[in-house]
């Protein structure tokens, strides 16, 4: 072959060559980002428009479903999904994967601009920007102190968030349980209606008051002044003294109103770390960077903050995302060279020679290495999927090397000088690894190059896998027979002590291993048909054993970590759910397993994030903790408590039904109905609904008649009790260097019964009469009435939904939806209603039919290049027949194993397709050159299974031991990769078995049938 001839022509060339690449992967791995997951640029793009005071359904008719219409026409939108709440709309709009994000929000930008006029005139500017669904905190910090909350708010956002956000890659910095400060003048009422005053009265007065006014400029004497109205206040006393009204000739104050309090504005959220308050800072860094590289930035630079500290006040580290990928990458190296020692082992213990055992091994470190260049050149990072590419590979890319060398040592038995066996044994096998090589980049490119989001998933993974087998063929064909003419000699074996003696005595049971194989294989080809049923019948009861499979989109891994959410019920304030927090605090933190608890809580919704013990120091796995705490938590009524594993991704619960429909009443009945059947399924745990009971309302119903004979709108009054419930905005206090809200409101006192709308004034006036406008009590234009309101509305491509959603425990995705689909034939929907599975189950049924079309793919790409090399269409299909051999292993392996088919589990399982078939390949490929020189058909397979039992041994052997360490999950994380290893090792085993029977058989019988589908000639 050219390249071998080459490699002993001109070594130097060649080595350099090499030495390049290897060069070239050093400075390509220290350049490449190290990442938790694949960068994915998924094509999310969110609509945010508030509209302060309207209720759901005024946010929805007003403004969501506007929305949903315009967007609706841009082209490439695959779903949209709207949340509708008290006061805001988020709409966020999912573009096929092969849509441009950067140009899916310029479409939304231009649509939203275009339709503004249709919007209510009092919305707020809509908010349209990119959005990554995945984007999760690197590092959590919590302040912690016995300072007060307002204090330590302080020093986070003047301290921490400044500093933090300067660090390159950071892209934002959230604060949760902040206390900011707020000057609030609290109206009492019983004053204010003594007075018979306004809110508009006070309210202008106060904004007309406390100014910093420019006033234009003055020239005098050539020189130019500038002019400034000041009246702005500095001192708290004067805040009291700001005049507001007159009445019978008196001047009215603040103070004769109200009280001025230096507070806090009302919180719309509680941070807790430890059961203790706290404020919470997230950082999210920006999409594409270094996590690992954030990471350590974020907490060199918290090192150097906490030199500026308060006395007393402490920053902690919550959770960092870069000890879990840094813990993966070092699984994964550590299980790189744990299956690179194992392999190479099996080098020396088949080839009895350690010049030829370094040779070999020679191809595992310079393959990964100089993949890392090729990686750096596509944009790669090191993260979960392109790591586990290069774990898988270990086995792989010894592979051609073992072959090469095996039958260059075979060559140099014959007497052969070492350099004429490295040419001629090269040249011989150099097609048939070839061959090999390309059937694995055939099986591997079609995961990489899939559509949607498993491609996007997988496209690091498939083409790593091409690259490392590529370089490896580069490698066998050049350094291998280079240094085998070199450095391999014809020297026999010599076993004096052990382990040379056990290692002698192995292969020489080997060697009659394989003549016994090959007096099988003879008797094989005498009962063709009886071998054929074997086979067959065992692969049917493998397939018979898939339903006993599990499935689930990624097998999960043991971090030590969890993640607690808690829905609740509607019309709860902060106090009351703070309330519940703390009982959920003490019930989490009294598992002897859990280290440390951080909590986020709003009105809706808890969130807990749960940091378990070391391995090492505690008896149960994740699971086992997950299992207990759930079943504690539900002694707690009230709540809808979902407890998942952390997995380093934005999550979900593996079911999520959608029922959709028009009429929100009918949802609700329905949505009952598909709740109780879930309830019914073993397995289904954490069960919640998106629907919530509705949320109380006091509706103030104006008396149209009455308001406009006293001259009364409806706006007025809604303004009116806007500002004393909620609360305006009238001015800003400058405190040297911050400027604080001023606040206009009633006190708590006053807002805390409905009778207190009754002394409320509104500003009228009798039109009849020219006289000035006069107080007019709201009792006499309108009345109170109770009535209940939604507290949110989900929408789905337009329809109303109610999201339905579990966990499962002890149960697979694929067995809950056999059963489900089962159990709710039961329910008759009515037209214009219907049920979408979402969730995990969506994904998994993309996911599955995307890997499906890349294995069919795959074989396609194998047949054409078996094709090409052997110029026949016939033999490539004994070789193919390989395949369904290795599904009986892999089905059993997993069985065996206990898990799930997955994702990971069907890269096995694509994988396999390519390894499968070299050991076919070696064999045909051998008796066909048999065939060449004469040899009789059976007894050049016979011959051919002889010749090549042992390399076909020792390369399956190499890679099981490669996939050893992945198999047994020894490392942290280890859990993600296992259920891949397992069906490659089950399949690697039943295929080598049986392949090396059934292949020789179907290769004679379809031989029999004659050259009718083959252009050349028989041989």
């Known amino acids: 072959m050219f390249l071998s001839n080459l490699s002993l022509k001109r070594p130097v060339l060649v080595t350099v060559a090499i030495l390049a690449l290897l060069v070239l992967g050093i400075v390509g791995y220290m350049e490449l980002n190290i990442n938790d997951w694949p960068k994915m640029e998924l094509p999310y793009v969110s609509v945010t428009v508030a509209q302060p005071g309207s209720s759901p359904e005024q946010v929805a008719s007003n403004v969501g479903e506007k929305i949903e219409e315009a967007v609706g026409q841009i082209s490439g939108v695959k779903h949209i999904y709207t949340i509708c709440n008290e006061g805001v709309a988020l709409v966020w709009v999912e573009f096929t994967m092969e849509t441009p994000v950067e140009e899916a929000a310029l479409n939304v930008r231009d649509k939203i601009a275009a339709m503004r006029s249709e919007f209510p005139e009092d919305i707020e500017e809509p908010v349209v920007e990119i959005f990554d669904p995945n984007a999760i905190p690197t590092v959590t910090l ?15 956002e003047d301290l921490l968030k400044p500093r933090l956000q300067t660090i390159n890659g950071v ?5 949760y349980g902040a206390e900011e400060r707020e000057i609030q003048i609290q109206l009492d009422l019983d004053k204010v209606a003594a007075h018979q005053l306004t809110v508009f009265e006070i309210t202008e007065s106060l904004q007309s008051e406390n100014l910093d006014i420019p006033a234009g400029k003055l020239n005098m004497q050539g020189k130019q002044l500038i ?39 009302d919180k719309e959220n509680i941070a807790r770390y430890q059961e203790k308050p706290t404020i919470g800072l997230e950082i999210i860094k920006k999409s594409g960077c270094n996590t690992v590289v954030v990471a350590d930035q974020v907490k060199k630079t918290v090192e150097r903050i906490k030199l500026e500290l308060p006395e007393g006040v402490e920053v902690n580290v919550i959770r960092d995302n870069s000890v879990r990928i840094r813990n993966n990458l070092d699984g994964v190296e550590k299980t790189l060279v744990e299956g690179g020692i194992l392999a190479v082992l099996v080098i020396f213990l088949f080839l009895k020679n350690w010049r030829s055992t370094a040779i070999g091994a020679l191809a595992i470190p310079t393959s990964i290495i100089s993949s890392f260049f090729a990686m750096r050149l596509l944009g790669f990072t090191l993260n979960t999927m392109s790591m586990l590419a290069l774990s898988i590979s270990v086995g792989l890319l010894i592979d051609d090397a073992i072959v090469v060398i095996e039958n260059i040592y075979r060559h140099l038995k014959m007497g052969k000088t070492p350099v004429q066996a490295a040419r001629e044994g090269t040249a011989e096998i150099g097609l048939a690894v070839t061959a090999t090589t390309m059937t694995l980049v055939a099986a591997f490119l079609p995961v990489g190059l899939a559509e949607g989001f498993i491609g996007e998933f997988l496209k690091e993974f498939g083409i790593t896998v091409a690259v490392c087998v590529l370089v490896s063929l580069l490698v066998s064909f050049t350094l291998v027979p280079l240094l085998s003419s070199r450095y391999l000699s014809n020297e026999e074996f010599v076993a004096r002590r052990w382990p040379a003696t056990w290692i002698k005595r192995f292969n020489e049971r080997f060697d009659a291993l394989a003549e016994w194989y090959s007096r099988m294989l003879g008797k094989a080809l005498q009962r063709r048909a009886f071998t054929l049923i074997i086979a067959f019948g065992l692969f049917v009861a493998s397939i018979m054993l898939v339903p006993l499979l599990g499935s689930s989109l990624l097998p999960t891994a043991d971090l030590g970590q969890m993640n607690l959410t808690v829905d609740l019920d509607a019309g709860l304030d902060l106090e009351a759910v703070g309330k519940i927090n703390r009982d959920i605090e003490k019930l989490i933190k009294g598992d002897p397993d859990v280290e440390s608890i951080y909590n986020t809580v709003t009105t809706s919704q808890i969130k807990i994030q749960v940091n378990l013990r070391a391995h090492q120091e505690r008896e149960r796995d994740q699971q086992s903790v997950i299992k207990d705490l759930r079943r504690e938590l539900q002694k707690i009524p009230g709540i809808q408590a979902s407890l998942l594993a952390e997995t380093g991704t934005s999550q979900g619960k593996p079911v999520g039904l959608r029922l959709l429909g028009d009429n929100m009443q009918e949802l609700q009945v329905y949505g009952r109905k598909i709740e109780r059947v879930l309830e019914d399924i073993p397995g289904v745990v954490d069960l919640s609904s998106s629907y919530r009971p509705g949320k109380p309302e006091l509706n103030v119903e104006i008396d149209q008649k009455a308001a406009a004979d006293l001259g009364i709108s409806t706006a007025q009054t809604g303004l009116t009790l806007n500002t004393l419930f909620n609360g305006t905005v009238v001015s800003q206090f400058n405190d040297e260097n911050d400027r604080v809200d001023i606040r206009l409101r009633l006190g708590d006192k006053d807002r805390r019964d409905v009778k207190d709308l009754d002394r409320v004034y509104l500003l009228g006036q009798y039109p009849e009469t020219d006289s000035n406008p006069v107080p007019v009590a709201l009792g006499q234009v309108s009345k109170a009435v109770f009535v209940t309101g939604s507290s949110e509305i989900q929408r789905f491509d337009k329809s109303r939904e109610v999201f339905i959603s579990a966990n499962l425990d002890g149960i697979s995705s694929g067995e809950f939806n056999k059963i489900f689909n089962e159990k709710i034939k039961g329910i008759n929907l009515p037209d214009g209603y219907r049920i979408d599975m979402g969730g995990e189950s969506e994904d998994m049924a993309n996911s599955f039919a995307s890997l499906l079309i890349a294995l069919i793919l795959g074989i396609l790409f194998i047949f054409f290049i078996l094709a090409a090399q052997f110029e026949s269409y016939i033999d490539p299909l004994s070789i193919l027949l390989a395949l369904p051999m290795a599904v009986i292993g892999a089905i059993a392996g997993l069985l065996v194993a206990g898990s799930d088919i997955s994702v990971v589990a069907m890269i096995g399982i694509i994988m396999l397709m390519g390894l499968v078939t070299k050991n076919a390949i070696l064999l045909v490929d051998f008796t066909k050159q048999q065939r060449a020189q004469g040899i009789e058909k059976h007894l050049a397979l016979r011959e051919a299974g002889l010749v090549r039992f042992r390399p076909i041994m020792m390369t399956t052997l190499a890679m099981i031991m490669g996939m050893l360490p992945v198999a047994l999950n020894l490392e942290i994380g280890g859990g993600f990769r296992a259920p891949m290893a397992h069906a490659i090792i089950g399949g690697l085993i039943s295929s080598t078995l049986l392949t090396l029977f059934v292949v020789p058989v179907f290769y004679s019988l379809l031989d029999d049938l004659g050259g009718k589908f083959s252009f050349t000639s028989k041989t």
Request: aromatic share 2%; charged share 40%; proline share 2%.
């Open 142 to 156: 919590a302040l912690t102190g016995d300072r007060s909350l307002r204090e330590m708010t302080e020093v986070a």
């Open 227 to 265: 002019l400034r109205t000041t009246g702005e206040v500095d001192r708290m006393k004067e805040l009291r003294k700001i005049p507001v009204a007159r009445r019978d000739g008196v001047q009215l104050y603040v103070e004769d109103i109200a009280e001025v309090v230096d507070g806090i504005k």
């Open 171 to 175: 892209g934002d910095v959230e604060i």
